[in-house]
């Protein structure tokens, strides 16, 4: 428990009663699991399991989501609609519009060369250019990308012919990106609250692998800013506070000139800080409170 909250509750889909909640009915009651100063997860017992209580939703100033992806914009539009008195971080209008690959568009002169890819003719022209990698809009944790290098393809580790590729082709659109050589340095995540970079962990690519997500048989190791993140996040950062975007993760690869470039924004379930702490043997979770509090305050004044 941060000294600056007077209490905090989980509101978690694993319990029962929150079903209508999740279902997007608006008259429905909400069960939260208040956070104790001995809360904590074993091996033997989930906390969410041991307690739980009907909550009065007006009593919260600020309303916290740790939803993984995919979100359904339904959903994101009733958390909208139910929570109108409360701030949300993030806020559910800007994690529908920055949770697609194609909102990198916005920030091309600190990106790979990038590409929308919505037919085959389109990804065909594009690998004329260099090697590519492909990305699912809405993927995420490395599903679904596909490198292409001339007449070679690699769905995830899987090797195939491009002309395999182009007749299994099921209509996905994709963004296409510059195939970086330097993906052995590592995909670096970066995490970003209020504006300020709070860690950083660099993940490199299992052996004989090229995809770096951890999710994906990668390793997560400590790592250094460099001024080209900093010039990074400076770039994107007012657009994502435009858009209620509060905490976020970038995710940076070594282009062929030597520089760390944007390769992934994350706005939905941010993870990896409590790591980066540890690692770097700081109290950033108490620091991003902090700021999460100062955006607050800069809301509600």
Known sequence: MHDKTFSVDIVSRTVPKNEGFFNKQLDSRIFGTPVHKDFAFSRTRHPLDREFKAVDESQYNLIWLRLPPPLDKRFLDYLSLRFQKQVIIN???????????????????????????????????????????????????????????????WSGN?????????????GTEYL???????????????????????????????????????????SSHKAVITKEEYEIIEAINPKLKEMGIV????????????????????????GGLPQIAAMNQEPLVEKAIDLIWDYYKEQVS
Not at 121 to 147: C, T
Not at 158 to 170: C, G
Request: with cysteine; net charge positive.
């Open 91 to 153: 806020s559910p209008h800007g994690i529908h519009h920055t949770g697609t690959k194609e909102f990198l568009l916005n920030f091309q002169a600190v990106c790979p060369p990038l590409q929308i890819c919505k037919h085959i003719d389109d990804i065909v022209q594009f690998k004329k250019e260099f090697p590519i990698v492909l990305k699912p809009f809405r993927a995420y944790g490395g599903a679904g990308i596909v490198r292409i290098e001339n007449e070679t393809v």
């Open 247 to 270: 905490m976020y993760g970038v995710d940076t690869l070594v282009n062929d000139d030597g520089k760390r470039v944007l390769s992934e924004l994350n706005t939905t379930s941010i």
């Open 176 to 218: 296409g990106v510059k195939f970086l050589k330097n993906v052995d340095k590592g995909d670096k995540r970066i995490v970003v609250v209020n504006g300020k970079i709070l860690g950083a962990s660099l993940r490199l690519p299992a052996k004989n692998s090229w995809i770096c997500n951890v999710a994906m048989g990668g």
């Open 158 to 170: 899987r090797k195939i012919s491009f002309s395999e590729f182009q007749n299994q082709y099921d």
